[in-house]
């Protein structure tokens, strides 16, 4: 059976010579600098340290699960530097995590400041595939193919191909935000029942696309910035689920941007590398998720305004 885990307590399950009985005993995370923080419900004392996977049958993919993962070398925040368009040479760069603001929570937000204030800042937030089933077979298998020692029962059950659930098929694994209120008791229970590993795209999907609606509202009522990193393979899958023909390459003028990240297999080691990225702002956020957009008033009146008034008249020129 081929190794569907990258990544386990941020080291390549293609490294040579790793002492993994020591890995999986000290449990640490080297992103966070701490042990891992992911941990099994059931036992709370072990850290599962799964970062990303190789998901899929036909066209399997390699997918980040942890958001910490993103954290690598902290290139994601060096790419939203030139969104804090207050920041001057010579101010100092820093990560906060957790930042309450209205509408939620944001995961980090990344400050210019000069002389102990905050001039500026850029709210980012990390959003990784939600996983349905379990991984859990699959890390232990390969930890026993590794040499580790593990519980049998962890390990015997095979890993089918019915298990490895990719694009709308893993729509069919877990109840759709669409159908939650929907599905009656027996259907609920039966999707219950199937312990298959896979990944809930469409589900993630439209959690991050409302929380991002009423989060980015609050940056852009302070004209700042907010930033979404996630996969490009799941920036790929929300463009063909949802509506975003409106949002073009990344404009400084927009609020709300999305920045995509791969993973590279390079000498044997999983990196990740920036892909691409696209802007729009609260009301094209709403527009995603199919949203009636309210009209600014206030905008449309200058606007129209200002078009009655220019003429060549106007017309800056140099």
């Known amino acids: 059976m081929s190794n569907s885990i990258l990544e386990l307590f941020t080291i390549s399950t293609k490294s ?4 993994w009985e020591q890995i999986v005993n000290k449990q640490y995370c080297s992103y966070l600098d ?3 923080v992911k941990v099994r419900k059931s036992r709370p004392e072990i850290s599962i340290g799964t970062c990303s996977v190789r998901h899929g049958v036909k066209n399997p993919k390699d997918i980040v699960i942890c958001p910490h993962r993103f954290l690598e ?5 060096m790419d939203c530097i030139e969104l804090l368009t207050l920041h001057q040479k010579g101010n100092e760069l820093h990560k906060v995590s957790e930042i309450s603001i209205p509408g939620g929570n944001v995961d980090y937000v990344l400050a210019s400041v000069r002389n102990s204030k905050v001039v500026d800042f850029v709210g980012i937030e990390i959003q990784t595939l939600d996983t349905t089933g379990t991984w859990w077979p699959q890390r232990q298998q390969f930890l026993k193919s590794a040499g580790v020692s593990v519980l049998e029962e962890d390990a015997s059950r095979e890993v089918e191909s019915a298990d490895l659930i990719e694009g709308d098929e893993a729509e069919e694994t877990a109840i759709s935000v669409d159908a939650i209120d929907t599905l009656d008791t027996q259907k609920t229970k039966s999707k219950k029942k199937k312990k298959g590993s896979g990944m809930n795209w469409k589900m993630t999907a439209k959690t991050i696309l409302m929380q991002l609606h009423h ?3 609050t940056f852009e009522h ?3 910035h907010m930033v979404v990193t996630i996969q490009d393979s799941f920036l790929d899958y929300m463009k063909k689920e949802f509506s975003f023909e409106h949002i073009k390459d990344a404009k400084l003028g927009d609020s709300m941007h999305f920045h995509a990240y791969r993973l590279e297999e390079i000498q044997n080691q999983p990196r990740l590398r920036f892909a691409s990225a696209i802007s729009t702002d609260a009301n094209g956020i709403a527009a995603c998720l199919g949203l009636n957009v309210s009209p600014s008033v206030e905008m449309e009146t200058i606007i129209s305004t ?6 060549e008249k106007t017309l800056l020129t140099v």
């Open 16 to 19: 040579q010579e790793v002492a």
């Open 34 to 36: 701490k042990r891992c």
């Open 73 to 77: 070398k902290n290139q994601i925040f």
């Open 215 to 217: 989060k980015v509202t």
């Open 222 to 224: 302070l004209n700042k």
């Open 306 to 311: 200002l078009q009655a008034k220019i003429s």
